[in-house]
């Protein structure tokens, strides 16, 4: 997410750096696109919209497997719904970081109610109809 960007500060609009150590773990490749997949809000539309632009990027370098589809939309919800859980519980045992950890509350929250609203099924068919580079 852009809280984990490093500008550089003579050049801001270069990127010298992206960190973080929250999410360094090994683990299939489908994880880490659900969790960049995450933090493209829908402003209006479908709410998978811009997510599938993200993945039709990934897809341009790195095919997905029908399997890795299959399974997308819900470690896109898992992974909303860790966010809003984990912050909840640094709120509350770190009040003094409370804003900083729930910054991104509201925009989770609305990402989970609108998606609630999708099965899994639709949105399956959904990345394979507007996530496909070709």
Not at 17 to 34: E, Q, V, Y
Request: aromatic residues 10%.
């Amino acid at each position: 997410n852009s809280y984990n960007v490093v500008m550089d500060a003579s050049r801001p609009e270069v990127v010298s750096g992206i960190l973080d150590f929250g999410d360094m773990i090994h683990s299939p490749l489908i994880c880490d696109l659900a969790i960049g997949a995450v933090y493209r809000w829908p402003a209006e539309g479908h709410p998978l919209a811009p997510a599938a632009r993200f993945v039709a990027g990934y897809q341009s370098l790195q095919p997905l497997e029908e399997e890795e589809i299959g399974i997308l939309f819900d470690l896109i919800r898992a992974r909303l719904a860790l966010i809003v859980n984990i912050a909840s519980w640094q709120a509350e045992r770190f009040p003094a970081k409370r804003d900083y950890v729930l910054r991104l509350a509201t925009e989770v929250w609305a990402s989970l109610e609108k998606l609630d609203g999708l099965s899994s099924t639709d949105a399956r068919r959904y990345f394979l109809d507007h996530s496909n580079p070709e």
